[in-house]
């Protein structure tokens, strides 16, 4: 567990890093996305940041918000819908044109819904293109920026919040889950494939760290899809966990998960030359920088089943198996493998 006096100690040092910070916030108009958003942009200097998301209005107010925050902030709204792969390409192109370098690619966007398999245009499940797809072509579009500020010995992270340590055993034969979906099959595809993916992309850019976070229990609005009924029996349970220790059961309020990722998204420990395999958890692989971090935002352990079925799954090559349908997912639906 990092404590959160660590926490607060490390963020108040974030302008050490330079002024001119880059950081594209994806699912970055509420929820954890927001609350990082506001942590980084309180403590760094002159960043840039980009929110990308679908409410406009909400995105307005949120502009005014981190301008007050520290008004030496360059923000920017991306509109989008980031469910569909060609849209991530056209908010990729767009922040390409105006950024060199990018220090900082932080994903949120999801949904919490009851609802079975619902197609986009591009022919995926949407919850899981938002938990998945979406995101690692979000990753592959901004590689070259990501690679230009690492390369210079600059912050270069990525940051995919969802939930390691509940990685679970894939449909091999049916990774997009066209015919076995179930909700418990999509949250464990999307999580284990984040894992490897993740995984993957450290492996092949050294000077960029690849990290899967787990929030723990954290009271988002993204129970907003959930049905009436849902909603109240969600806001009961974490009314009737609230008074218990953070440390204990993994409820951290939403500010806090702000301020522990913005110590995610910045601490050198978790650069890719600190990488070893112990605090990985699951990356064979020595010298790259991909983590698996916990709610207390410590690596998950490495004898955990999780971090197990991680490792066995790299070892027996459907790692790469993964990868290679997630390729094929691209070209099917955007004509092209990305940058
Ligand atoms: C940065 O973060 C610390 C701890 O969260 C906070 O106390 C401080 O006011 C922040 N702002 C600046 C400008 O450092
Ligand atoms: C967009 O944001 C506004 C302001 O926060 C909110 O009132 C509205 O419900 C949001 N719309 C959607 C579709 O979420
Ligand atoms: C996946 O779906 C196919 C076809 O419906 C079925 O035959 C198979 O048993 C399912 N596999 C798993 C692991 O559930
Ligand atoms: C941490 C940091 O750099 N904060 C800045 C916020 O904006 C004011 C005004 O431009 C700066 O003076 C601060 O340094």
Known sequence: MVSISEIRAHNATIKKLGSGLVAVFVGGTSGIGLSTAREFTRNA???????IGRNESQASQIITELRGINDSAQVSFIKTD?????????????????????NLLFMTP????????????????RKLSLHYYARMRFVQDLLPQLNVAGSSGSL????????????????????????????SNAAGHAITMNSLSLIHFAATNPS??????NPGGVQTNAARELNPILKGITSLLFLLLKPFPTSSIGIVPLSESGERHTYAATTSLFSPKNQNV?????????GSGAYRLGFDTAPIDSKQSSSVLVKDY?????????????????????????K
């Open 45 to 51: 200097t002159a960043p840039h940041i980009y929110l």
């Open 314 to 338: 790299l070892a027996n090559g459907v790692g790469k198996k993964v990868w290679e349908h997630t390729t094929d997912i691209f070209n099917k639906a955007t004509g092209s493998e990305g």
């Open 110 to 125: 999801g949904v919490l819904t009851m609802q079975g398999r619902t197609e986009t245009s591009e022919g995926l499940d």
């Open 208 to 213: 960029v760290s690849f990290l899967h976070s």
């Open 156 to 183: 270069a992270r990525v940051i995919s919040v969802l939930g390691p340590g509940n990685e679970k055993k894939l449909v091999e034969t049916d990774l997009d889950l066209k015919t076995n979906y179930s909700l």
């Open 278 to 286: 112990a605090t990985t958890g699951a990356d064979g692989e020595k």
């Open 82 to 102: 980031v469910s569909l792969l060609k849209s991530v390409d056209e908010a990729c192109q767009e922040i390409g044109k105006k950024e060199e370098k990018v």
